[in-house]
């Protein structure tokens, strides 16, 4: 696995190491599985994949639904056909709960009661999702307090668990099922000099404004079953997009937004890294960094 934050430079250390080892990638991002959504994303075009196999790009429409267990199983077969070609599975991204799930196993969560969560959306159109967050609050208070009381879409889902089965989301979230029967050498792309990554990210965010993102998202909200709460439209960027082009806020406002909003990101992923157990952290805007990776997956490999 190649994990790291956004704009840390994933794309193409993935590639120069595939390149280099006859390695394929899988995507571990849960962004990049949706078509149509590859400015915003900061996608790999087809230049940067060429002669380099990419997986879980493109797999799905916006506004269809990839959870973390679709991203295990679709994982696990990619890994097992990589591997039986004879090639090295790169796993890169940098959607940590997915690479959590892959290397420690699932909650065993009951499936979606869509008669219930739309009760519950009906309450909240009501009340208000702060009221929602209250009432989390008084039935799973550990879950809640993770939460922010505007978080639609994980209070939803909270309160269904529990009224759906009498159990709190955060006791689920404490059962897991076994990990992945690999093993898995884990590079954590951790940049020293923040400035930079900093700055690399308000560089990226303006680039994708010229690429014609704002026109990427134009086409998204004029498609049928367009829901600015679904899962795709919450990536960064996109949300502030949205409100940008719905009125809500200032050219300037939504600039600004987005830089923050992605820099925040960067440092949630950050933060989930130094949590990970047996991650190898090499600084990727160092000049060794490429051979540094080779030189800790040739080791790996080299272990019976």
Known sequence: MILGPTASGKTALGVALAKALSGEVISIDSALVYRGMNIGTAKPTEQERA??????????????????????????????????AGH????????????????????????????????????????????MHEELAQVDPATAARLYPT??????????????????????????????????????LMPGDRARLHERIRQRFLQMIEAGFLDEVKALMAMPGFDRNSPSMRAVGYRQAIDYLSGEIDYERFVEAGIAATRQLAKRQMTWMRSMPELRLIDP????????????????????
């Open 285 to 304: 805007f160092k000049d060794d960094a490429l051979a540094v990776s080779l030189n800790a997956i040739e080791k790996a490999r080299a272990v019976p």
């Open 151 to 188: 978080d639609s879409q994980r209070i939803s889902r909270a309160l269904e668990v529990f009224y759906q089965t009498g159990t709190p989301l955060s006791q689920y979230q404490a059962r897991r099922t076994q990990g992945s029967s690999y093993t898995f050498l884990t590079i954590g």
């Open 88 to 131: 090295l599975p790169l796993i890169v991204g940098g959607t940590m709960l997915y690479a959590k799930a892959l290397k420690e196993g699932l909650n065993d969560m009951p499936a979606a009661d869509v008669e219930l969560r739309a009760r519950l959306e009906e309450k909240a159109a009501r009340l208000g999702w702060p009221a």
């Open 51 to 84: 002669g380099v196999p990419h997986h879980l790009i493109d797999i799905r429409d916006p506004f269809e639904s990839y959870s973390a267990a679709d991203f295990v199983k679709d994982a696990e077969r990619l890994i097992a056909k990589i591997k039986a």
